[in-house]
Structure formats: C-alpha cells, structure tokens
C-alpha cells in the first residue's frame, strides 16, 4: 500500500510552530511521511493564526491557495490551530476548500484526521478549551541547532485588546521535568540554543507550584551539559523581578537580552489595556535594567493608535524610545477585535494610527543605525546559523533573535558548520545588519 504523504503549512507565532512540530512528530510515528513540497503532498495541513483580522486574512488565503493543488495530487485540506479553535463554525460552513477543521485541543487526533479526509470524509473537530497542553516527539522545522521550547500554554492576563484567552484558554504550565525532559532530548539532538517561549514566560509555574519558577527552570536547563545558550521571550514588565535579573546577568548560559512586550508607557493607555504594570513600574524597571554591571540588550513591542490614544500619550512612547535606546523595537496598528473589551472603546482612526507608527518606526530605525554604528569595533560571541557563500556565514550575536532580529555576516577564512561559536570581530554595519571577520 502506498503511504500516504502529508504537507504542513505553519502560520503565525512561534509558539505555533511548535504545536506544528509536535503535530508532525504525531504524523511520523503514525507512519505518514511527511514534506514541505505541497506539489508533493495527498494532505495538506495549514496551521493557522487567529490573533488579529490579518491573520485570519493569511489564514483563508494560504488555505486557498493550497487547494490548488487538489487539481493535481491533493486530496483534501486541513484547517489546524487558532483559526479553527475559534473560528471553526464559520470555516467549516464558509470555506468549501477546509476539508477538515481541528482545534488547537485535538491534535492527538491528526493522524485519524488525515485518514478521514484521505477517504473523502469532511469533519469537524473543535473540543473546548481544557487544561490540555501540547507535548510530545517533534520534528524541528527550525535549523537542527535551535529550537523553541513551550513552556505553557495560555493567559491569564486577558488585556483588553486580545484574544489569546478565549482562543488558548487559561494561563497553564508544562510541569519542570517534561520541560527539562524535552530540553535534554533536543540538545542530545544537536540543539545549542533553546528559546523559551509562552504567552508570558515569567509567569511560568505559578499555576502548578504556587508561585512563579521561571529562574528556577532555567537553572534546571542550566545544568544540561551540551547546551550553550538560554534565550527567553515575552516576559511581562510586572514579573521581572530583581531575582530574573540577576539569574541573566550570572548564568553564562543565558544570553543577556530579554524580550519584555509593553505595549504602552503611559499610565491611562495601560489601564485601558488592562495591562499589569504601570508608567512608574516601567521606568523603574528600565533604569535597573540600565543600571546592571552586564549589558542586558531589551526587544520590545508597542501598539499605536489603541483606543483613547492622543498626540500626548503617543509622545511618551517616543520620548521612552529617545531615553533607552533600545536596539530591537516593533510598532504595530491596534486592531479592532470582537470580542474584546476594547472593540467598544472609541476607535482611532487608522490614518492616524498609520502615522504613528510610520513616526515610531523612523525614530526607531535612527536609534538602531547608531547602536549598530557602537558596536562596530567590538567582539561578540555568535552562533552560526548557515553558510551564505564560500567563505561568509550568516549568524547572530546573543542580541539577535532568530526571525524577528538583524544577523550579522560573517568572513572565515576557515569551513565553519551551522550551530558553531565563535568570536567575531564586528568591522561594518548596514542599518539593522552587522558585519564581521572571526577572530582568529
């Protein structure tokens, strides 16, 4: 008998993609093969985003335009993730090309899902949010020496502008041991740098231990031998404490950058966000951040044009910007999402909203030009994620996040493989982009 060939379109975050990997680690042991080719594929699964209206726009999109392929080979099409958790009603009766639709709490089921459309069948399973989380075998889609690693799933923080919640469901933790379990299977793997990844990392273990045990996670992951670096991201302002931040600056093997999402600086916004942390907790943590002995390099988000924004409280995001400096910041439109607390507030218009953040983005891009200007001249430690040409390598610096970061392009005179360290000498630059030669 033939064996059924599967192809896996993954959309949206990262932590997504790491529902996608477990998802094609299920399809593996259920003796599916598995390719990236839908030309290839008799299923094609399209694991979706449903975080904003544009998502959801991708989502249907890429959906048909995957069912192109049914003229040739295809025998039917997946609809997978945030979309079909909270929207799989209306894709199931709306979308015809869906010849599938599967929640976020039913992945178990994905091999019987392409079993059933292989047959021609046309289902629908969308089970209620739980406490379940997705764990299991993964197969990376990631370069073999990274991987993110899902520590929860969830929030609880319910911001008035998102979601999440009624998509994810509650804020949930992975207990210690299956992360660290996971962790140890993926260096042993050749994984060097895990990337820590939850609806909001700081506030990991709190639901099963009591209180927050992020620190203490990461001093677990700490003692794997072959790892090298801990990269964390999405920490809420309000949760990094003293204790966070003495574990980054002390542990060699985390990497002093932390990505801190917050959305906003001033006071009155916050609030309309129902966002935790305050204009005063912001600023008081920033300058303890700039006042550590090791440089802690700071990513974060912010969202323009949210409803009661003014000319003021958009000032106080540039005059934050212009006192802190930070080298990676991104600026998105507020998005108007039922089904929020914020769909019913007086909207901005989106001319204004566009302005904003085009003025945030141009301040922006000056700030990283002359930070990157600073850095010439320096050594970094980087990791190596591929070769480019024949003596130039792309790699990144503990600074540079895979995806969402510059990468700095590196000369070697001699052969240097994916996933290796070494120490750069940083001799150029080209706005968000460095350039360098190995130390030798």
């Not at 042991?29 to 544009?54: H, K, R």
């Not at 999402?261 to 935790?276: A, G, S, T, Y």
């Amino acid at each position: 008998m033939k064996q059924t060939i599967v192809g896996v379109v993954s959309l949206g975050c990262d932590k997504n993609r790491v529902d996608t990997e477990v998802m094609l680690g299920k399809l593996k042991q259920g003796g599916y093969s598995v390719t990236q080719q839908p030309e290839e594929a008799d299923v094609i699964i399209v694991n979706t985003c449903a975080f904003l209206q544009s998502s959801r726009q991708e989502a249907i999109d890429t959906v048909i335009e995957m069912s192109h392929y049914k003229q040739d080979k295809c025998k039917g099409i997946i609809v997978t993730g945030c979309l079909g958790q909270k929207f799989g009603d209306e894709v199931y009766k709306l979308l015809d090309e869906a010849d599938a639709v599967y929640g976020i709490n039913d992945y178990d089921s994905i091999c019987q899902a392409v079993e059933e459309v292989v047959k021609g069948d046309r289902v629908k399973r969308i089970s209620p949010n739980s406490r379940y989380i997705l764990e299991g075998e993964r197969v990376l889609t990631t370069p073999s020496h990274y991987a993110y690693l899902k520590i929860g799933d969830g929030c609880d923080n319910y911001c008035s502008y998102c979601l999440i919640p009624y998509i994810r469901g509650r804020f949930r933790s992975r207990t210690m041991e299956s992360v660290v379990e996971e962790a140890r299977q993926l260096v042993g793997s050749g994984v060097k740098e895990l990337i820590l990844v939850a609806q909001d990392v700081t506030k990991y273990g709190a639901d099963i231990y009591g209180k927050p045990q992020i620190v203490e996670l990461i001093q677990q992951l700490s003692t794997i031998e072959d790892l090298r670096w801990i990269r964390l991201l999405y920490c809420y302002p309000e949760l990094v404490d003293d204790n966070l931040l003495n574990e980054v600056v002390n542990n060699p093997k985390v990497v002093k950058y932390l990505d801190i999402p917050l959305q906003h600086v001033d006071d009155f916004i916050l609030k309309k966000m129902n966002r935790r942390c305050s204009e005063e907790g912001v600023y008081k943590l920033f300058d303890k951040i700039n006042r550590l002995q090791t440089k802690i390099d700071v990513r974060t988000t912010f969202i323009c044009g949210f409803p009661y924004e003014t000319e003021q409280s958009h000032l106080k995001v540039k005059n934050f910007l212009q006192k802190y400096r930070l080298r990676n910041v991104g600026f998105f439109a507020y998005s108007r999402e039922e089904g929020t607390a914020a769909y019913n507030m007086p909207q901005v218009h989106h001319s204004t909203k566009k302005r904003m953040v085009d003025r945030l983005y141009k301040l922006q891009h000056e700030i990283a030009v002359q930070l990157n200007r600073e850095t010439v001249g320096t050594k970094q430690l980087c990791i190596i994620d591929e070769q480019l040409e024949d003596d130039v390598y792309i790699g990144r610096t503990q600074f540079m996040s895979p995806q969402i970061d510059g990468v700095i392009y590196i000369h070697s005179n001699n052969k240097l493989n994916p996933g290796q360290f070494v120490e750069v000498n940083v001799t150029g630059e080209a706005e968000y982009d460095l350039f360098g030669e190995v130390n030798e």
